[in-house]
């Protein structure tokens, strides 16, 4: 049987679109990248779900979100048209200044290049909700509707607190020569961001090592971690997805396609408080979803049976035969 890679492979095609010559990030910078790579799955004329992810996902949405992007999931990849997309920066040399509006507008480009004048429905988790929250504020009439996991309008200040310790650290690396390190370093601060206290308690015993300096059980965790992250970013690109996570600001008022918002109560970097702010001050929200977990806010990945009947509600509104008929 063909694992989840390979049969993507074989289903999913790459996308292109040109980045226009005159195209400015807010920050007034320029992108090194001349173009937006996107993944597009599903039958031709099926209802179009733009699926986007942490600062760690890209276009093959079915790898980093397995549980959800396949075949017969909540975003069945037999039913409707997915579309996945890369965040820019790529390993550019420079890190440049980029916010979630930056990154709506280059997805803006990639569906004009398609020649796709609407999304259906966009699904968003974590950053990737930021992007589809400035897509809806700045791109109104393209957007059916609107879901957002684990993500607020804005950033806490509690959560820019811990990601300005790595990015200083991701920094400091980098100038050492020691770049690896540091974003393996990095990477296990930020695991102690993404999960929760009772987690780790119920995970790792307090046996201590044979000497001082020796890693403890929920070291070698942390450690294991960043030696897996290593190699997946560059110090200059993480730092600028970083920033542009703080930078995110969208005023829910602007969001005035249906919107249905999850959240989870154990999420310390995207507090409770703040997607009940969001939901409060959208227009046209559909549904806010309360629940509980041990996994803060890697929730999204791993409470999948919550995530999966909150989609199915969003989704199971589309069908292929009416997308046809009012074609």
Known sequence: MASIETLEDLVGRDVYAAIPDDFRLESGQRLAKTDVVGRLHGPEHAPLV???GGISSGRYAARWWPSVVKAGGPVDLNHFRVLGFDLLPGREAQGVTITTTDQARLLAVLLDALGEPRIDVFVGASYGCGIGLAFAAA??????????IS????AHPAATAWRGVQRRLLAF???????AEGIALARQLAMTTYRTAEEFDLRFSQTPPPAAGDAWPVCDYLIARGAAYAGVTSADRWISLSDSLDRH??????VRCPLTVVGFTSDTLVPIEDLRDLAARAPNLRRLIEAPSIFGHD??????????????????TLSLPSREIAA
């Open 139 to 148: 791109f109104p009439d393209r957007i059916g509707e609107l879901a957002v």
């Open 299 to 316: 929730a999204f990945l791993k409470e999948r049976e919550r995530v999966s009947h909150a989609l199915h509600d969003v989704l199971n």
């Open 173 to 179: 690396a980098r100038d050492c020569g020691r770049e």
């Open 50 to 52: 733009v699926v986007a």
């Open 151 to 154: 993500a607020a309008h804005r």
């Open 249 to 254: 600001s969208v005023d829910p008022r602007a």
